[in-house]
């Protein structure tokens, strides 16, 4: 995670992106709202184009991280590997264990060898309901990051001025060969599919951003309604978003990131405690949430209280607690235990 103060020269060099971290929390919290709603037996579907702008912040962050501090594939793969792998790791194992122990908790899973091994190795895979997802079912968007990471090392071994173009140029032929493959396999399924070329745009946002070359105040804020009315006229509309992902969710959540980094780049971002506590909270708000809300539907339904409306209130509140006591308690002191975040440094100016 990193911290760019607003844009001013004489601002200390390194710092916060506020907006991105800002996006961040408002993508988990879409993601928490939808499962909440889903188990209330209502829908809030747009909630899920929460992922949609995840994978365009990172393909900007990963831009961002690497384009002004050279480093090895191998360095970059190990950070990488340090701020994701020892949560999921540790999460994945205890839902392992208690579906093992007290199998009335999760009584959908099926634990096996093989699920947990994929499961930990991010390899996708069909669970017994058909679904392309790990034991810890939000971790189906960390295939898709550990890929991507993996092809951004690989571009790392080029000049930096080839590189977008190569990453970019691999992301839209794994796309473009889709119909060539068997399209109901896991892996070819997830390593072929249109949202990878998500990760591309914010390749190109982030060189956007390192050049200087973002727009004023008054398009950033067009970008921002922009992408925000759009994700709203596909909720409304009932169109089905995953015939075409990548332009229903895709290109809005392109515009809210680059309005929202527009915004930034001339000092529209206030600070706001308890937007950058949920962005920083994102990451362990997403794995979690899934688990707090079963938990609460277990609960009420015991004490008579299974109500949609009782359902979906405490099923929100519970995500949010759960992820940022998470975050807290547990996230925090694992990243405490490698090496210190990742900072941007603000692109020098004529």
Request: aromatic residues 10%.
């Amino acid at each position: 995670m990193v911290e760019l103060a607003p844009h001013t020269s004489e601002r200390r060099a390194l710092a916060e992106v506020r907006s991105i971290q800002y996006l961040r929390g408002f993508a988990a919290f879409g993601v928490l709202i939808f499962h909440a709603a889903e188990r209330a037996g209502g829908a809030f579907g747009l909630g899920a184009a929460g992922v949609d702008v995840f994978f365009v912040i990172s393909g900007f962050i990963m831009w961002m991280t690497t384009c002004q501090r050279p480093t090895s594939p191998a360095r970059f793969l190990v950070r990488r590997a340090q701020r994701i792998i020892p949560l999921y790791w540790g999460l994945t194992l205890l839902v392992a264990a208690v579906a093992i122990m007290v199998p009335a908790a999760f009584p959908a899973m099926q634990v096996s060898g093989e699920a947990v091994t994929k499961s930990l190795l991010f390899v996708p895979y069909r669970d017994p309901a058909g679904l392309i997802a790990p034991l810890v079912i939000p971790g189906w968007t960390l295939n898709y990051e550990m890929f991507f990471y993996a092809l951004f090392a690989v571009g790392l071994l080029a000049p930096e001025r080839l590189r977008p173009w190569l990453v970019s140029a691999a992301l839209v032929a794994l796309v473009a060969v889709r119909p060539l493959g068997d399209v109901e396999h896991p892996i070819w399924a997830t390593y072929t599919n249109p949202l990878l070329l998500e990760f591309a745009a914010g390749i190109w946002l982030g060189k956007a951003w390192a050049e200087d070359r973002l727009p004023g105040v008054r398009a950033g804020w067009g970008l921002v309604i922009a992408g925000l009315v759009g994700l709203a006229v596909s909720g409304v509309s009932g169109v089905d978003v995953e015939r075409a992902r990548l332009l229903i969710w895709g290109l809005p959540a392109l515009a809210l990131v680059t309005g929202a980094v527009c915004l930034e780049r001339a000092g529209a971002v206030p600070r706001w405690r308890p937007l950058g506590l949920l962005g920083d909270a994102s990451y362990s708000l997403y794995l979690v949430h899934g688990l707090a809300i079963s938990a609460v539907v277990r609960i009420l339904t015991q004490v008579g209280l299974a109500h949609p409306a009782v359902i979906l209130t405490c099923g929100i509140l519970a995500g949010l607690v759960a992820g940022i006591v998470v975050y807290r308690l547990v996230e925090k002191p694992l990243m405490g235990l490698f090496k210190p975040r990742l900072k941007i440094q603000e692109p020098a100016r004529a």
